[in-house]
């Protein structure tokens, strides 16, 4: 298998980490695929901005195909299947000779923040045609894509459940960080980005300061007001294989979505992997939200958070946390990736008339 990262969708701006990230791209792609596991490699395309330009996007499709095409026959692959998650490098759909081409849609790339809408949509929707198979995490990018391929198949994200529902186990320890932390601990963990309202952290932590606002990840807006809170504790990205620990600090998680059309067609994983650990759950109202009934409470704004998550303390038992991790017990990663190779194989089997 042969992994190829290209440089994201985002602009570049001139800030020392995106001027990071470039300098550790250009010194990638000039490398060859690297073996990083058995039988897995990986390697980088170049990728230039400012795709708004004829020229660029030109430029950009033939090193990308000279370079894939040179890896390929380096590698010796054959019977190829191309598979895309993001639609920028969709242009060596069907230009590298392989049997089938597959498209996994997570979000509606066009509506992420920094990027160039129109330009990403037309990307998006010239993949989604030209895949011979395509899979959308819900039914929102499904009813979309669908306008494009009559083959798109909704597979929704899985969760690492063995991982997570540690949470709930005695021998779980809480982090040292975290034991003096005062309670209860209303938590969030994942990238503070423009996706989430900031406003309804800042009224919860100000209506309630004999709460602990527990941020966990990276923060990549404004959140100096936040900051100036005594009650909210900010302890960066940790570990993925420490999140049961952090997660059994936390008495309510919260998903406080700003409401944008990209949230309406998104999926967070972090909902998943909050009931995988058991957590009572209060978020704004978006579609994936409300697949969960009862086990999300959903709140509009910082008074109905509090109210929500007043009412989420109050009302949390054993058996509910039991409740919120047997809806995503079989949810798995192992049954997601099992469900998408099925269907895989059955179009390439179709194909060869087998």
Known sequence: MLYVEAPGLKKPRASKRDLGKIVEKLRLTLQPPQLVAPHFWRMTLPQMPLRRFAIIRYGN?????????????????????????????GFLAKQLGEKLTVFYCIDDYSKLPEVDGIAVQ?????????ADIVFTCNRALMETHSRHNAKVHLSPHGVDF???????SPETEIPEEAKELRRPVIGWWGVLDARVDISILEHVAVARSEWTILLIGRVAV????????????????????ELPRWAKAID????????????????????????????????????EARIFGPLVQIATDGPGFVYAIEEA????TPERVVLRQKAVESNTWDKTVEDILEKVEAELRARDGT
């Open 61 to 89: 499709r033939m090193l990308s195909q000279f370079l894939m095409r040179r890896a390929i026959r380096r590698l010796d692959f054959e019977d190829a299947v191309a598979w895309f998650h993001v639609p920028h490098p």
């Open 122 to 130: 037309e990307m998006d929707d010239r993949l989604t045609a030209t």
């Open 162 to 168: 063995d991982l997570i529902a540690r949470a709930t």
């Open 222 to 241: 404004d959140v100096a007001a936040l900051g100036r809170l005594a009650n909210v504790v900010f302890v960066g990205a940790k570990p993925y294989t």
């Open 252 to 287: 309510v998680c919260v998903l406080p979505y700003a409401q944008s059309a990209l949230i309406e067609r998104s999926s967070p994983l972090k909902m998943r992997e909050y009931l995988a650990a058991g957590k009572a759950i209060v978020a704004t109202p978006f579609p």
């Open 313 to 316: 303390l109050a009302m949390d």
